[in-house]
């Protein structure tokens, strides 16, 4: 994956930068999404030049399965480990707390699971996913159970939130989830206090995860460009 793109520089270095933290004999929790396909594939090259043994891998989605395989990496299950080392994930949204809004590729519900056994979670974001509030850009994407899709629609904009259901590209008809459900996005006008927004919707009958991670995230990675050149700095 050669590139001269600014933000897959930056979502390049800072994938780089969190598999070069992965250590041997460890298991790693897989993330989603287009700068965490570049932490899966530099470990795999690590583990391919012999600078890494032993490292078995949790995918956090199909794609992210895809990958590993393509990468080398050697996969697991939650049944076979007793707890994750380490996760590398991406998110879409990251406030000052490092609290994040994730499921841009509909996997957060499998992204919580194992970002949240982690004891590192590791988030690896290029620059233009900082704001000061959550919600700010980004809705909050909320998975639901197909029969339950009208009445979590109705109990969402009663929350004062603008509910939509997110359509394929290059497919008819909706998302759907590696669970086979449905991905309502909510625009709030403001997520004033994310923790109790989280467990409001997820209180939801038919609910099954919504893409608020508050208090997840042990570190953020952020890759930004000075001069031309990729810069990693924790936030
Ligand atoms: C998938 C996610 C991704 O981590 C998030 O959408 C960020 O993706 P990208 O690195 O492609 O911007 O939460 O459900």
Redesign the pocket.
Known sequence: MVTDDPVKLM?QAVGRAAAARVESNTVVGL???????YAIQALGNRLAKGELQNVVGVP??FGAEVLAKEYGIPLTTLDAVDGIAIAI????EVDPQKNLI???????TR?KVVDCLADLFIV???GG?LVDKLGSKFLL?VEVIPMALSPVMRALAKLGGQPELRMGVKKAGPVVTDQGNLVIDVKFESIDNPGELEKTINNIPGVLEN?LFVGVADIVLVGELQNGQPLIREL
């Open positions: 979502k993330g989603t999404g287009s700068t965490t396909a956090t989605s994930d991406g998110a879409d994730k499921g841009g590729g509909a996997a957060h992204e690896v974001v290029d996913k994407p893409g």
